[in-house]
């Protein structure tokens, strides 16, 4: 199984600033088939961002992805109130699919 | 408008049998490219991918928990079937299931899940 290890864990920024995650996979991932997903309190997931790089229709541009191979990194270039959240990487290169432990970013 | 809604009991006894439907609308399993998946997040902790299904029947499941898991499908009625054996107090959570598609390959729309705990 590919085992993902995000990082940080938490985090805490404030309004404006820019956030990294990243997550890091114990084997390579072809084809960046990797996805990123936030949850809210209470809520399920919501898809971010898809092949490692493309976002999903609706999300914010200041979401982005980017990396490959064992190394992906989630962006947000300004942080707004409404990204206070979980945040989750997910590899679907190879079955089983597994997700990252998560970071929740707090502001 | 693509929705899922997960449903099924609330509490189980350990030792047990789960049984958990996801009904989903605005997509069919008969359409090549579907694919739909059980995902579980216990209280406080990581999304944990379960099984998934697709259009043609193929069947993949946790490395972990496949000998407990059978994943089913019934196209007439929209819907996908989870079991899960031997019920443990661990696997209390919140259960979800989420569509992929092989447009985005990731997991698209999801249902807004159901609680499961597991006590006697």
């Known amino acids: 199984d590919i085992q993902l290890t995000q990082s940080p864990s938490s985090l805490s920024a404030s309004l404006g600033d820019r956030v990294t995650i990243t997550c890091r996979a114990s084997?390579?991932?072809?084809?960046?088939?990797l996805a990123w997903y936030q949850q809210k309190p209470e809520k399920a997931p919501e898809p971010l961002i898809y092949?490692?790089?493309t976002l999903q229709s609706g999300v914010p541009t200041r979401f982005s992805g980017s990396g490959s191979g064992k190394e992906f990194t989630l962006t947000i270039s300004s942080l707004q109130p409404e990204d206070s959240a979980t945040y989750y990487c997910?590899?679907?290169?190879?079955?089983?699919?597994?997700f990252g432990g998560g970071t929740k970013v707090e502001i | 408008r693509v929705t899922l809604r997960e449903s099924g009991p609330a509490l189980v006894k350990p030792t047990q049998t789960l049984t958990l439907t996801c009904t989903f609308s605005?997509?069919?399993?008969?359409?090549?490219?579907?694919?739909v998946n059980w995902i579980r997040q216990p209280p406080g902790k990581a999304l944990e991918w379960l099984a998934r299904?697709?259009?043609?029947?193929?069947?993949y499941y946790s490395t972990s928990l496949k000998t407990r898991l059978t994943i089913s499908k019934d196209t007439s009625k929209n819907q996908v079937v989870l079991t899960m054996t031997n019920m443990d107090p661990v696997d209390t959570a919140t259960y979800y299931c989420?569509?992929?598609?092989?447009?985005?390959?990731?997991?698209?729309?999801w249902g807004e899940g159901t609680t499961v705990t597991v006590s006697s």
């Open positions: 989420a569509r992929s598609t092989t447009v985005t390959m990731d997991m698209d729309v």
């Open positions: 605005g997509f069919s399993l008969s359409t090549s490219g579907m694919s």
């Open positions: 092949a490692a790089s």
């Open positions: 084997q390579g991932i072809g084809s960046s088939w």
């Open positions: 299904i697709d259009w043609d029947d193929d069947k």
């Open positions: 997910q590899q679907y290169n190879s079955y089983p699919f597994t």
